[in-house]
Nanobody, 117 residues
Framework: QVQLVESGGGLVQPGGSLRLSCAASGSIFSIYNMGWYRQGPGKHRELVATINSAGTTNYADSVTGRFTISRDNAKNMVYLQMNSLKPEDTAVYHC???????????WGQGTQVTVSS
């Protein structure tokens, strides 16, 4: 069974940085597309960034140029480096492993990011 565990969230001032980590287990991690999503207060969950098995990345317009997604297949980890954080980045950030074949998508529990002075 796939398990995803996020870490690295916290309280940061506007303009600051955080690095989120997602540890994956229970699957052949390297073949899966991975992503970070977030859900802010009173908002729907939205895509932040994705990285496929080949390392190709995709970003939401709102984070392009500020966030960087990466993966380390040897460690079964995916990361989200967040720079120049804004109050509107405040949300619970979730890691997702995409569906593949008959294997359903998997989600982590999430980590809270709060950007406030």
């Amino acid at each position: 069974q796939v398990q995803l565990v996020e870490s690295g969230g916290g309280l940061v001032q506007p303009g600051g940085s955080l690095r989120l980590s997602c540890a994956a287990s229970g699957s052949i991690f390297s073949i899966y597309n991975m992503g970070w999503y977030r859900q802010g207060p009173g908002k729907h969950r939205e895509l932040v960034a994705t990285i496929n098995s080949a390392g190709t990345t995709n970003y939401a317009d709102s984070v392009t140029g500020r966030f960087t997604i990466s993966r380390d297949n040897a460690k079964n980890m995916v990361y989200l480096q967040m720079n120049s954080l804004k109050p509107e980045d405040t949300a619970v950030y979730h890691c997702k492993q995409d569906r593949r074949g008959s294997n359903p998508a998997a989600w982590g529990q999430g980590t809270q990011v709060t950007v406030s002075s």
